[in-house]
């Protein structure tokens, strides 16, 4: 009989788990502002924009937009290296951005728009540099906050 009423406070205990993650509430679409934190420090933020990027989501899909320190990362690629290598493989491709320093002066650097398939779980982003070398990287989107709230 114990064991019976330990069964069943265990298999009521997972279905209250369950549902609590079920009612997590997805983002709304929307734009936000959300923190960009890779595993390495040669790729990362810019430090004008303090770990933080652009993201929007809409019809449920989220895209950041981050502009990197440099000219020096000439894709990425949302997965591993090895699969950005493939026949077929779409690259995310840059764009130059102005970037305004605290210090008053500017520079320009590449801004990537990068899939989000998940906040606060780690993911797969590889890169190329100017050298031709593919890098797997794991990267992670957190703490959005809606623009308007800011």
Known sequence: MKRWIAAVLAALLALACLAALAETPALEDGTYTATFTTDHSMFHVNEAYDNKGTLTVKDGVMTIHVTLVSKNIVNLFPGLAEDAQKDGATLLEPTEETVNYADGTTGT????????????????????????KWYDHKVMVSDPVPVEAE
Do not use: M, R, S, T
């Open 109 to 132: 650097a590449y801004a990537f728009d990068i899939p989000v398939p998940a906040i606060d779980e780690e993911f797969d982003c590889a890169l190329v540099g100017k050298k031709g």
